[in-house]
């Protein structure tokens, strides 16, 4: 994953050590390596905005750090570029997803989760996986049908219910989005069931009632976790999209999915640092199991080379 983002660091990684002729970085030799690594970071889908914000800090972290003359002169450099990265992302904390599910619905029950993002994204397989992690670890879930609107949303859904056992809770097409999710909270609470996975619509993002629809379902539930879906392929178009989300709902964390066959592997820096919330997890295929924890240090140290769990301090 994230193979074309990986070289580009591992590129300005080698330029800096061969760079380099004292013993400390140089403002000059940082500064032109560092403008030139900004266009290779945005042809990653790191956005300009990101982009400037990460130049300023290799910078800042870079300049003056001492590189010895001898010996590995090459992890001096990769660790003051993971200093930077982290420094970045630093406030973004990462979360134990499904620990924090487990935990509330130890607290109080049901606890709904709502799915949010547009058609295409792989919404709905994202929510089907996450019932299967739960029932996986003895977590029964109703899922909600509160799509309303595809035709064969509530199709799909239940076929996925069917394969894992599931209960689907959904209404006739064009009915209130709410009241599905709604009824679905009430057959889980009648039953002892402890999570409701609510599956949204997706259509064109920019439809005003839409958002009138997703924001009266979380009125009306009051979800205790709102998780955006994004198609980490598609970029900027899909931070564009989170951004209108945001203006009318909630969005406590996010699941990016299809990284399996992404190879640039910038909008997850993008949106960690644009939304301030945590990433859940990584969609990385198509079964039931193909859901990765994500832990933004682990994210770091891939993207400089270093093994999972160098990335921290």
């Known amino acids: 994953m994230f193979d074309r983002l990986r070289r580009t660091f591992s590129r300005f990684v080698d330029s800096i050590v061969s760079t380099v002729k004292e013993d400390a970085l140089g403002e ?7 403008e030139d690594l900004y266009l290779d970071l945005v042809e990653s889908d790191v956005a300009v905005d990101v982009a400037d914000a990460l130049i300023s800090a290799l910078k800042a972290k870079l300049v003056g750090v001492k590189v010895p003359r001898f010996g590995d002169r090459e992890a001096a450099v990769r660790r003051a570029v993971r200093d930077a990265l982290l420094s970045l992302i630093g406030d973004v904390q990462d979360a134990d997803f499904e620990s924090a599910v487990a935990r509330a619905a130890e607290e109080t029950s049901p606890v709904a989760v709502m799915f949010l993002g547009p058609n295409g994204y ?10 299967y992690l739960f029932k996986s670890r ?5 899922l909600a049908a509160a799509d309303t609107f595809r035709a064969g949303a509530r199709e799909q859904l239940e076929e996925h219910g069917r394969r894992l056992g599931l209960r689907v809770i959904g209404g006739e097409y064009g009915s209130d989005p709410a009241s599905v999710a709604y009824d679905a909270v009430q057959h889980a609470r009648s039953r002892g069931i402890p999570l409701v996975l609510i599956d949204t619509a997706g259509r064109m993002h920019t439809d005003r009632n839409l958002m009138d629809e997703l924001s009266k379902i979380q009125r009306v539930v009051e979800p ?3 998780v955006f879906v994004f198609d980490a392929q598609l970029g900027n178009e899909a931070l564009e999209i989170a951004k209108y989300y945001s203006k009318y709902v909630a969005i406590d964390g996010m699941i990016a999915t299809k990284v ?11 949106f960690l ?8 997890f990584l969609g990385v295929g198509q079964r039931y199991e193909d859901l990765v924890k994500f832990r933004k240090e682990d994210y770091i140290a891939q ?4 093994q999972p769990g160098e990335g921290g301090r």
């Open 138 to 142: 003895g977590l029964q879930s109703v």
């Open 224 to 226: 205790r976790f709102s």
């Open 260 to 270: 399996d066959s992404y190879p640039k592997g910038g909008s997850i820096l993008t």
């Open 273 to 280: 640092y644009t939304f301030k919330r945590p990433i859940y």
């Open 28 to 34: 000059k030799e940082v500064s032109e390596l560092a």
């Open 122 to 131: 792989g919404k709905t397989t994202t929510l089907a996986k996450i019932a």
């Open 303 to 306: 993207l400089i080379g270093l």
